[in-house]
């Protein structure tokens, strides 16, 4: 069982730093920025119409 939880320890460090260098790599630096350019950009887009009440 001390194996188990050993190679688990280190799976899980390994996917940890991969992760790590998969975030911070440079190829995806431009889906990052872009990402937070997200929360400026203009609703008009994304607005819903406004909500009218049934006539009657």
């Given at each position: 069982m001390v194996i188990f939880h050993s190679f688990w320890t280190v799976f899980l460090f390994v996917l940890f730093l991969a992760i790590?260098?998969?975030?911070?790599?440079?190829?995806?630096?431009?889906?990052?920025?872009?990402?937070?350019?997200?929360?400026?950009?203009?609703?008009?887009m994304h607005e819903t119409p406004p909500h009218r009440e049934p006539q009657g």
């Open positions: 790590t260098v998969w975030a911070w790599s440079a190829r995806r630096k431009a889906d990052f920025d872009e990402a937070a350019r997200l929360p400026l950009e203009d609703d008009v």
